[in-house]
């Protein structure tokens, strides 16, 4: 995911902003502001521009809009299917070092 997101959006890409997208299964528009220190405006664009492009997919809970990493909970939830759980070691290995 993270070089899909690279060669599809490569102004949007950082390192930053997929951390914050591999912490866990969700994010939500509060967190990006905060983690990559943007406007309310920025985040929103960023998050609307991912679920555009297949990487999230958003959910309204009550007043909030929560975006989720559909591909990552997949990863974790069905770790055997379809060569997922080699991806998953993949990405867990590109996050230690």
Do not use: C
């Not at 999230?56 to 929560?66: N, P, T, Y």
Request: proline share 2%; aromatic share 16%; glycine share 4%.
């Amino acid at each position: 995911m993270t070089a899909e997101i690279k060669e599809k959006l490569p102004k949007l890409y950082s390192k930053e902003l997929i951390d914050l997208l591999f912490y866990e299964f969700y994010t939500k528009i509060q967190y990006i502001e905060e983690g990559l220190s943007v406007s309310r405006r920025t985040a929103v664009t960023y998050l609307q521009t991912l679920e555009k492009e297949g990487f999230l997919v958003s959910e309204k809970i009550g007043k909030e809009r929560i975006y989720q990493n559909k591909r990552l909970y997949n990863l974790v939830k069905y770790p055997k299917s379809s060569g997922a759980w080699i991806a998953f070691w993949k990405v867990a290995f590109l996050f230690i070092i």
